[in-house]
């Protein structure tokens, strides 16, 4: 719940809490790629590659707006 829930506002959270949202979502894709190793290949592609491929953008937009204050913007 706190993730989703982070995700959802991450724009007005403080930069600490940003970070931590970041190794939540991290650590979330890598339990879940080792979850997912023993998938059938038709589950893996139904089910494995969009649920991480969506965790993956997540961390990728944690990353931008992590950026984004570093850079002043």
């Known amino acids: 719940m706190f993730i989703e829930r982070a995700y959802a506002e991450r724009e007005s959270l403080s930069d600490r809490d940003l970070e ?3 190794a939540s979502l991290v650590d979330q894709v890598q339990r ?5 190793r ?3 290949p038709t589950k893996m592609g139904k089910h494995g ?3 991480l ?7 990728a937009d944690v990353d931008a707006a992590i950026e984004a ?5």
Do not use: C, N, T
Request: hydrophobic share 25%.
């Open 38 to 40: 023993g998938y059938s």
């Open 53 to 59: 491929a969506g965790l993956r953008q997540k961390v």
């Open 49 to 51: 590659k969009p649920f």
């Open 32 to 36: 879940y790629e080792d979850a997912i």
């Open 69 to 73: 204050r570093r850079s002043g913007g």
């Open 20 to 22: 931590r949202l970041r």
